[in-house]
């Protein structure tokens, strides 16, 4: 057991696309690439995390082990990746995509079966039996959910490895992201941390989110049908009938026409009342145990703030998307920040979709569970090319 805890299970990432020195990424520019407005997040408000320590590059056939001394990583400027122009993407699924018997095909690859191994040793129960067996009250609680979606997702990713062309496809891949917790696979698909150390940060984060949850009753709701500007206008009405502690926002904007509003139960329970009178078409409470997203999240961030800076994360060899600001952030420090403020902050999905095709992303593949990115994708443009590669 102490072999398999002391010796980290890399994924075997293809080298850097890009292939620049870092001290050609210190001079990239800093300039934006999004060509949507998008309203300015100021990270110098974001508390602060320490460097991540310092190691070498090292390359076998069959994984790349990524790490930058402190010296270079001071080096890299954050805007590396800002004008980065897309054309295959891997996109990973957030809370929520989880299923019975998700991960069970994913036992037939070595690979890839390695990978749920590992975790047990991390979670301290085994994972698999969780995922193909449940129960599913068991499966769809927060502090289990968030592992089981990240662990099954980069399987998911070792089971392409092994199809005909996947090697060819995962090494054309020059851009990632994921929704909410799967920024996080992202990240780890992408080099920024080993398996185990994202397997950590996401078994802490679920359980800093349920704790949160747990402090405060609070909810979140799908409103069906409404363009955001409408769904803001009914949170505004929301409002003025709870107090503070009940008030509500728009915490994920997934694509037009789908958006989700958090906060405190009696304030969830009023835009539900009022939904129609908006003509809305629907309303879907979702099975999440809090406004995730919000401010009620706030518990949550020293939790991650403290675990992120023991951390160490690296510079990304892809750009990778941030839920936050819907930008790719090339800096560990900067990474660190944003993903510790994220559990509080809106997700911005529709602007990252709309950019990634606007800037010209020809194919997608939606590694996971469930197919919701996927839907997503061709709610914002019926043309957009997903593949779904499940385990």
């Given at each position: 057991m102490r072999s398999l805890l002391h010796q980290p299970a890399i994924l075997r990432i293809p080298l850097p696309v890009h292939s620049l020195n870092l001290r050609t990424m210190a001079t990239a520019s800093s300039s934006s690439s999004s060509s949507l407005l998008f309203p300015s997040v100021s990270l110098n408000k974001l508390s602060s995390s320490r460097n991540a320590s310092s190691l070498g590059f090292s390359v076998t056939r069959s994984r790349v082990s990524m790490s930058l001394s402190t010296e270079s990583q001071t080096a890299i400027n954050d805007s590396l990746f800002a004008h980065?122009?897309?054309?295959?993407?891997?996109?990973?699924?957030?809370?929520?995509?989880?299923?019975i018997g998700m991960g069970k095909e994913a036992q037939s690859v070595a690979a890839a079966a390695d990978l749920y191994t590992k975790a047990n040793h991390i979670l301290g129960y085994d994972?698999?039996?969780i995922c193909v067996n449940g129960p599913k009250e068991k499966l769809d609680s927060t502090v289990i959910s968030q592992p089981a979606i990240y662990v099954t997702s980069l399987a998911a990713v070792e089971l392409l490895r092994v199809r005909e062309g996947g090697e060819q496809i995962i090494n054309s891949v020059d851009v990632t992201c994921g929704l909410s917790l799967g920024e996080y696979t992202a990240l780890a698909f992408a080099g920024a941390f080993s398996f185990e150390d994202?397997?950590?940060?996401?078994?802490?984060?679920?359980?800093?989110?349920?704790?949160?949850?747990?402090?405060?009753?609070?909810?979140?709701?799908?409103?069906?049908?409404?363009d955001s500007e409408k769904v803001q206008q009914l949170c505004d009405a929301a409002n003025q009938e709870v107090d503070e502690a009940d008030k509500v926002q728009i915490a994920n904007y997934l694509c037009p026409g789908n958006y989700a509003v958090s906060g405190g139960l009696k304030g969830i329970e009023v835009?539900?009342?009022k939904a129609k009178s908006f003509k809305a078409r629907m309303t879907v409470r979702l099975a999440v145990a809090g406004a995730f997203h919000t401010s009620f999240m706030e518990p949550a961030v020293s939790r991650l703030e403290a675990?992120?800076?023991a951390t160490e994360i690296r510079s990304p060899r892809i750009p990778v998307i941030s839920n936050v600001d819907a930008q790719p952030h090339a800096d560990p420090d900067t990474i660190k920040k944003i993903l510790a403020r994220q559990v509080t902050s809106p997700v911005q999905w529709e602007t990252?979709?709309?950019?990634?095709?606007?800037?010209?992303?020809?194919?997608?593949?939606?590694?996971?569970?469930?197919?919701?990115?996927?839907?997503?994708?061709?709610?914002?443009?019926k043309s957009a090319s997903v593949e779904n590669i499940n385990a």
């Open positions: 980065y122009k897309p054309s295959s993407a891997f996109l990973f699924p957030g809370q929520g995509a989880q299923a994972l698999i039996d994202g397997l950590k940060l996401v078994k802490l984060r679920g359980e800093a989110m349920q704790a949160a949850a747990d402090a405060a009753k609070s909810a979140m709701v799908s409103i069906i049908g409404l835009v539900e009342a675990a992120l800076a990252t979709v709309k950019t990634l095709l606007s800037k010209g992303l020809k194919s997608s593949y939606e590694l996971g569970p469930g197919k919701v990115i996927a839907g997503i994708f061709k709610r914002v443009d």
